[in-house]
């Protein structure tokens, strides 16, 4: 039957939700990301145009089946545009991962060329793609041997079903840590949008001290709501002060944190480690058997933060397509010249003094086009 498929890619910007959805989740490489709530949310909350990629079989014979059941692949792209930095296509921005959901090599390569042909007939610098292969466990995720890429990994753990034996399976210390802010009156609250304002405050907080914009507010109330159910907001109180927050967002078994800030201040009562381990025993009650902490740099204080919780490293590949070529990099802030160090440290250290209000209305105007 094959012999008398083919494959076609195009750009199909009123697919339904269903179908694009329903593949998504049909497949193990996809994560959370891969769902069309988040290229809705990106185009709700900062306007960029989103590129709906999908590649279908499709018979010789003309005949073409209706709705999801011949999708074989699909591609999200976003084009962000900055008349200084340049037009780019990136899958996916403000995600830990994107790149290319696919049956097999053949589809995927399709959705390549069809990537590169979008790149170049719309001027764009760059189409950049971050994805990883299958997770089918945390553990068989980890390759003896085979060293990390020197760019991100993906940190996960597997989960048990019961939140009592994986609290069990961590060191006395960290069991120690979670139940420091407990001991000293602190609570964690889980819940919808209800929180966001708690969350945000957190967040700006937290992101202003480490010298990076932030993510407007609407970003957030847009994710909350495209993904719905599929979303969490979990707030940790000192008194009536949130002082850590987080969201997770849960697609097929795995449950997924891409932000967890703390305010600086209260570190030392660790309200982060009561924060992370109220998520971990969601997960665990709520039937969830993978927990995905996110990316980091390999060998990091983030990487070791994440690590210790029983995660384990999985490589992220960045596949960069510009000017006819395709590579993949394994780069990192670390491949800057002196004179880009030197400048990214300069801001840094100008955006932390700034005026917590000043931050939080510059913050969003630059992180829109920032696509990490």
Not at 180 to 185: I, Q, V
Not at 214 to 221: Q, T
Not at 351 to 366: C, E, Q, T, V
């Amino acid at each position: 039957m094959r012999d008398l498929e083919e494959i076609r890619v195009r750009e199909e910007p009123l697919i339904p939700k269903e179908d694009w959805d329903g593949y998504v989740l049909s497949r193990d490489t996809s994560l959370c990301y891969h769902l069309s709530a988040w290229m809705r949310s990106v185009a709700k909350a900062y306007g960029h145009r989103c590129h709906w990629v999908v590649a279908r079989r499709e018979s010789r014979l003309g005949t073409v089946e209706e709705g999801q059941g011949n999708i074989c692949g699909v591609l999200p792209l976003v084009h962000i545009r900055h008349f200084i930095l340049g037009d780019s296509f990136v899958s996916l921005p403000y995600a830990d991962l994107g790149g290319i959901v696919a049956d097999d090599p053949a589809v995927e390569a399709e959705l390549l060329r069809f990537a590169a042909t979008l790149q170049a007939r719309n001027g764009a610098a760059v189409v950049e793609l971050r994805s990883i292969g299958k997770i089918a466990s945390a553990q068989a995720a980890q390759e003896p041997g085979v060293p990390a890429p020197a760019w991100k990994v993906l940190m996960v753990r597997d989960l048990p079903g019961d939140p009592d034996r994986l609290f069990q399976e961590f060191k006395p210390k960290l069991r120690s840590q979670i139940r420091k802010p407990e001991k000293e009156g602190m609570r964690f609250r889980l819940g919808d949008t209800t929180l966001l304002d708690d969350f945000y405050e957190v967040f700006c907080t937290n992101m202003r001290d480490l010298g990076s914009p932030v993510h407007s507010k609407d970003w957030f109330r847009a994710i909350a709501g495209e993904y719905g159910p599929m979303s969490r907001l979990g707030v940790v109180y000192r008194e009536e002060e949130p002082v850590a927050a987080g969201l997770v967002l849960a697609c097929r078994n795995t449950l997924s944190i891409p932000w967890a800030s703390s305010v600086r201040k209260y570190n030392a009562l660790s309200p982060n480690m009561l924060l992370y381990w109220n998520f971990l025993k969601y997960g665990c009650e709520n039937g969830f058997g993978m927990f995905d902490f996110g990316r980091c740099t390999p060998g990091s204080g983030t990487h070791r933060f994440k690590e210790q919780w029983g995660a384990v490293a999985t490589p992220i590949r960045r596949v960069t397509i510009g000017r006819g070529v395709r590579q993949e990099s394994r780069g990192n802030s670390g491949d800057l010249s002196a004179e880009g160090k030197f400048t990214r440290e300069l801001a840094l250290r100008v955006w932390k003094r700034l005026p917590l209000d000043m931050a939080n209305y510059l913050g969003p105007k630059i992180r829109k086009y920032i696509s990490l």
